[in-house]
């Protein structure tokens, strides 16, 4: 009978652990066994066009996965003399920051680890392959399926509160993805925890680590790993990639040079091991699940999206700027559109989300001044928070009265803290409060402020104490929320007729997200040039995310976050140079969009001087040049989920220097950027991969037809370096476009 039969069949049976491959040499566990060797005698399970291997080796359970288009190569594989999956159970710890209120820090008590694994059924249903057996002194199963082509599925079943998944890694492979981590590009040799939250403010820059510690508290400060968007999904430079479809807060511990482990906060563990020829095609499978980011419209690519507060007469001088500098400009974004509260951090919004008719008196004026005089529109801000301060709790008291707002277990809706005040936080579990906040976001974003986009964001705060109107467990749903927060402006711009033409731009995010939200951004970097939390990390942010099918990703030019506490020697706040050579980054990335920062009066801006001001033209005049080949690359992004902004391994994987890149990419696989990330610096060493380049600005030639080549090259404001694969077209309109625009010095 084929296997693909609906009947079920008894492969195999044996109640002592694969009695019935008792005949197969046991081997002495070594790390360095060939596969050939563990599995030469295994028994094979086909599961579409995967095949599963399966023996005993060291005295335990052995499994090796193969696509049939590729026997020779395991897409997936256990470790040698090891079970493959374990349980635990152990209580949790979950300790929650005061203020910014969406971190976490969670951390196990008291585990106790079952190991000794055991297969003693194998089982066919319907195509699935189902594994039974024991851990320790209780039963488990895992079952293997195809739900699409290129993913083979698993679900392990077990009645212990964790769940632990070990396999092969390969020593020198690079691992990339989990979403938009900032700090690393390569997580190997790292333990990351995943878990949606705020990223902090330093994540272990020294002595703002310690500052904000200090002030706020010791989480407030982040760290290396916390990232508001964080997604249990990888693929490595040997073309292995696996990802949860589990919500639920779990941990890839990769420290060990040849085995990776993965361990989950549930009795269950859903997920899948994807098969693809290269790095692009990995995500290609991978953004079949995701969901992929539709095309940006045409009115974003004509200029920046340049911030602008603090009320109407700002607004209009802000514009007459622009238009006497002759800036392209594609929308002015107005964050303070609902008015400002005084708080200890500096000015605050009113999340009462209506429009603020003392700060803005003339809005419509506005947005038809804006369009007239250079075609552009208005876009604002909203977050999934509603403020309970008498005066502006219209929306909080509709909320509480029917019941939208997540609750505490004594019945009183939970509140957020936010430096001196706390909000409600809508739940969006609740098929009432989701209909009520789209009716929000259309008759008073929509139509009233008549915006063309929105910033959405937070999205990472849900308590893991909460109660919820679904009756799920927060636990569960807490990673989800960031998906449906963003599904909320993603339903509202649908249902108004506005699905082609609104953009709004996501902070958080999780394994859906990209099928959900028009654009994100990596959040609120501080205005330093450091790679925990300043311009370095927005570019390991923008390249980490795209791996996880986050294609059109942007940062706040110039960070967000500053800080003064001079008796511990920390001062940080956006200088002249760094604007600059972040407008540089910006202007070679999806969106190019300002930002006044947490406290503008500190903060360098993009019209502070004229000499700055001549900068900005001609980075967004840069921005608009490539624009042709920004449009081509998101019809792939659409088609395929390639990211438009690429780390080098993934069209170098083969080549070990390019593989571990971080600080260059690729725009698509002919146009690499090398932005300057340095204070100070006027020149630049990076790595051009094999093939024949051109160096934009010199027109110098490089043919690289042996591998890679590290080269030096200047680097003035102004002439960050681009180069250009020659005989590309891609590479020749971009040059023919930088030239036809006046740009070529």
């Not at 596969?35 to 599963?52: I, K, M, N, Q, T």
């Not at 399966?54 to 040698?80: D, K």
């Not at 079952?143 to 020198?172: E, G």
């Not at 081509?632 to 993934?650: V, Y």
């Amino acid at each position: 009978m084929p296997a693909s039969s609906p009947s079920r069949r008894s492969v195999l049976r044996g109640g002592l652990g694969l009695m019935l491959l008792a005949a197969v040499p046991v081997a002495a566990c070594s790390t360095a066994a060939a596969a050939e060797d563990v599995f030469a005698d295994a028994r094979s399970y086909p599961v579409g066009d995967f095949v599963l291997q399966l023996t005993l080796f060291g005295g335990a359970p052995a499994l090796r996965v193969h696509h049939v288009s590729e026997p020779g190569r395991a897409v997936w594989e256990s470790y040698p003399g090891r079970g493959f999956v374990a349980t635990g159970t152990a209580g949790t710890d979950i300790a929650e920051n005061t203020t910014p209120a969406s971190g976490f820090t969670i951390t196990d008590t008291n585990l106790v680890r079952q190991e000794n694994q055991t297969v003693d059924a194998v089982d066919s249903v319907g195509g699935a392959v189902i594994l039974r057996g024991r851990i320790g002194d209780a039963g488990y199963t895992m079952t293997f399926s195809q739900p699409v082509a290129h993913h083979l599925r698993f679900a392990v079943t077990t009645s212990a509160d964790r769940v632990f998944l070990r396999y092969r890694s390969d020593p020198d492979e690079q691992v990339l993805g989990f979403g938009q981590q900032l700090t690393y590009l390569d997580q190997k040799g790292r333990q990351l925890p995943i878990l949606v939250q705020e990223h902090g403010v330093g994540r272990g820059l020294p002595i703002v680590t310690q500052a904000v510690a200090l002030e706020a508290g010791a989480r407030s400060a982040g760290d290396w790993y916390t990232t508001e968007v964080s997604v249990p999904h990888y693929l490595t430079t040997a073309n292995r990639s696996l990802f949860l479809e589990s919500s639920e807060y779990c941990v890839f511990d990769w420290r060990a040079a040849d085995y990776v482990e993965i361990e989950l906060n549930a009795p269950t563990m859903t997920g899948r091991i994807l098969h693809g020829t290269d790095p692009l095609s990995l995500i290609e499978a991978y953004t079949v699940y995701s969901g992929r980011m539709r095309p940006l419209p045409d009115w974003i690519h004509e200029g920046a999206i340049i911030a602008v507060q603090g009320g109407s007469a700002i607004a209009q001088s802000t514009l007459d700027t622009v238009v006497n500098a002759d800036i392209p400009l594609s929308a002015f974004w107005i964050q303070d559109w609902v008015g400002v509260r005084t708080t200890p951090v500096g000015q605050q919004l009113w999340w009462d989300w209506k429009l603020d008719p003392q700060q803005y008196p003339d809005w419509s004026g506005l947005v038809a001044a804006l369009q007239a005089r250079r075609g552009a529109r208005v876009m604002i801000y909203i977050n999934p928070f509603l403020a309970n301060q008498p005066g502006h709790d219209e929306l909080y008291q509709q909320a509480q009265q029917n019941g939208y707002l997540v609750r505490k277990a004594d019945g009183t809706p939970v509140a957020i803290p936010s430096s001196n005040f706390s909000a409600g936080l809508i739940d969006l579990t609740n098929p009432a409060a989701r209909t009520w906040i789209k009716g929000v976001i259309t008759s008073q974003m929509i139509t009233g402020a008549q915006s063309s986009g929105w910033m959405a964001d937070f999205g990472e705060a849900l308590p893991f104490d909460a109660v919820l109107h679904s009756g799920e467990s927060p636990a569960s749903f807490h990673n989800h929320y960031a998906e449906e927060w963003a599904r909320m402006s993603r339903e509202a711009i649908e249902e108004a007729g506005r699905g082609d033409d609104i953009v709004f731009f996501s902070r958080s995010g999780y394994t859906q997200s990209p099928g959900i939200s028009t654009l994100f951004w990596v959040g609120d970097q501080l205005q330093s040039w450091d790679v925990h939390d300043g311009i370095r990390s927005a570019l390991v942010g923008m390249l980490s995310g795209g791996v996880s099918g986050f294609s059109l990703v942007h940062s706040d030019t110039g960070g967000y976050d500053s800080l003064s506490a001079p008796v511990l020697g920390a001062v940080v706040h956006r200088t002249k140079e760094l604007f600059n050579r972040w407008a540089e980054l910006s202007a070679f990335t999806p969106v190019l969009r300002t930002h006044r920062g947490l406290d503008p009066a500190v903060a360098w801006q993009f019209d502070s001087d004229a000499e700055t001001l001549a900068h900005f033209r001609r980075c967004v005049q840069l921005y608009r040049a490539w624009a042709p080949l920004r449009k081509q690359l998101a019809a792939e992004a659409a088609r395929t989920g390639h990211p438009i902004m690429r780390a080098l391994a993934l069209h170098h994987a083969d080549d070990e220097i390019a593989r571990t890149i971080d600080d260059q990419y690729l725009l698509g696989p002919d146009v690499l950027v090398a932005p300057v990330l340095d204070d100070r610096a006027t020149e630049r060493s990076l790595y051009l991969p094999e093939g024949d380049w051109l160096h934009l600005w010199t027109a110098k030639t490089y043919f690289l037809r042996r591998g890679g080549e590290w080269v030096h090259v200047p680097a003035p404001i102004g002439n960050p370096p681009i180069f250009l694969r020659i005989d590309s077209p891609a590479g020749a309109a971009l040059r023919t476009a930088v030239a036809d625009a006046g740009l070529l010095r």
